[in-house]
């Protein structure tokens, strides 16, 4: 069940229907859980097992943890939670990958290992719901949460449909307590999370889908030398393609979630208008960004062991990043460029110091240009099948090739540059305020022609029913 699909509306509907009736609070909750699980079942019933897992482990571990006074038993406790989850995690998403990378070690070593072929199947959402849970047992561990009185609560907190299987990822401290208090959105709650889950759909099945994803496909999917313009056209399509598919699944959860009287956090904020990379990173996928720099940079020792002790903790983050996004050496190399990128950035900022220059508009635009520029060049690694399939998109992107022959025509070029030049106008335009001001300050009858034209789109466009590109990670 997805979110762009006939199935969850009329989920979706059912549910609300029954959320509205006059129940206690506890069954509101178990009728949420019950919710939750279904919605996840409808893909594969029996990976429900999998969640079950991680709801029992993280919450007798951490009630162990906080009860327990003894470091050497407290870190039993977290190793029985790290185990299984990371267990699970490296088992379905990185043992065929641990496989064939075995298989080609010893090919190097002149053995012919030839390993089992095992047909794992990738859970879905299971690197997001990893790390919400992880979270739990680390901060109980650290001690900046109590455990979770309500082993009920705390199912939730593991299983909310809304953001389930793509995010955002929450922290205890931001979705546990929700739960505590009855919950029911106000009419202005529900008319803003009716209006961002018509966002989010507009964005994933109309922008993302039906004009993106076809340049975007053609061009990775290509096996002879492209245009330079094809070649730029595909990586943009890309660009627009994976932010409108994320910020669209997001959005439309952080809606759900709203109608429901329950609050989610902002998962973007104008990453195209970053200056720097630093500055992508706190705009991009704001809830793995902030989990990877709280649990992993600054446990590592963050900035606060030398010059390059930092380089090397911005590398590890980011290389372990990638590999979160896929089991895939592509994934290591985007992950590896964004630590390089961040790393050349901390390098120049120090060298340079503050100047008066970097203040200025002409400054921010042409460093937000430069950003956004090596970002696309990094979205090659993290779009392509292979090495090969990049290095062909990036010569391409580089200068024509002799035998390049013309792949898209002139109906795929022009709406990916104008969808792309409109996204990149609304970023710099949202990049120091918010679309809650903007919608505020904008006319009544204009929001009401926008939210109409939305959904005419929406319901032009739908049929196709793809899944979310995210689900895959």
Not at 28 to 41: D, G, M, Q, T
Not at 273 to 281: L, T
Request: overall charge positive; charged content about 15%; aromatic content about 16%.
């Amino acid at each position: 069940m997805i979110f762009n699909s006939i199935t969850f509306v009329a989920f979706f509907a059912l549910f609300l229907a029954l959320w509205s009736l006059p129940l206690g609070w506890t069954v509101k909750r178990l009728v949420l859980l019950l919710a939750s699980y279904i919605f996840y079942a409808s893909w594969s019933p029996p990976f429900v097992v999998l969640l079950w897992i991680s709801t029992f482990v993280d919450y007798y571990a951490a009630r162990w943890i906080a009860s327990e006074e003894r470091p050497s038993r407290r870190r039993i406790a977290l190793i029985i939670s790290l185990t299984a989850n990371l267990g699970m995690l490296g088992f379905f998403k990185y043992g065929g990958f641990l496989e064939s990378n075995f298989e080609q070690l010893a090919a190097l070593a002149g053995v012919a290992y030839h390993a089992p072929k095992w047909n794992i199947v990738l859970p879905l959402g299971i690197s997001f719901y990893t790390f919400q849970t992880l979270s739990y047992t680390l901060d109980v561990y650290q001690r900046r949460i109590a455990p979770s009185r309500s082993f009920l609560n705390f199912a939730l907190f593991v299983t909310f449909f809304p953001h389930l299987v793509a995010g955002p990822i929450m922290r205890p401290k931001d979705l546990l307590s929700q739960f505590a208090t009855p919950k029911q959105a106000s009419r202005p709650m529900l008319l803003w999370g009716l209006a961002l889950m018509t966002v989010g759909l507009f964005e994933k099945i109309v922008l993302a889908d039906a004009f993106l994803s076809g340049p975007a496909d053609q061009v990775f999917k290509a096996k002879d030398a492209l245009l330079p313009l094809d070649a730029w056209t595909g990586v943009l399509a890309f660009a627009g393609q994976i932010f409108f598919d994320f910020s669209g699944y997001t959005t439309t959860a952080i809606g759900a979630a709203l109608v429901l009287g329950f609050s989610l956090p902002q998962n973007f904020n104008a990453p195209y208008a970053a200056v720097g990379f630093s500055d992508f990173w706190r705009r991009w996928h704001i809830s793995l960004s902030t989990w990877l720099r709280d649990y992993l940079y600054i446990s590592l020792g963050g900035n606060r062991k030398g010059r390059l002790r930092t380089y090397a903790n911005l590398m590890i983050t980011m290389l372990l990043g990638g590999l979160w996004h896929g089991a895939s050496w592509t994934f290591v190399v985007w992950g590896g460029l964004h630590g390089l990128y961040l790393a050349v950035e901390r390098m120049l900022t120090e060298a340079l110091g503050p100047r008066p220059v970097f203040r200025t508009r002409a400054f921010r635009l042409a460093a937000g240009a430069v950003t956004f520029l090596l970002v696309c060049v990094a979205w090659v690694f993290f779009r392509a099948a292979d090495f090969e399939t990049a290095a062909r998109i990036l010569a391409s992107m580089a200068a024509a090739p002799a035998k390049a022959k013309p792949l898209l025509y002139l109906n795929d070029i022009l709406p990916v540059a104008a969808i792309m030049t409109a996204l990149m106008i609304g970023h710099w335009r949202l990049r120091a305020t918010s679309l809650e001001a903007v919608v505020a300050r904008t006319p009544a009858l204009a929001l009401a022609v926008a939210w109409s034209l939305m959904g005419f789109l929406i319901l032009a466009s739908q049929g196709s029913e793809n899944a979310f590109i995210y689900f895959q990670f």
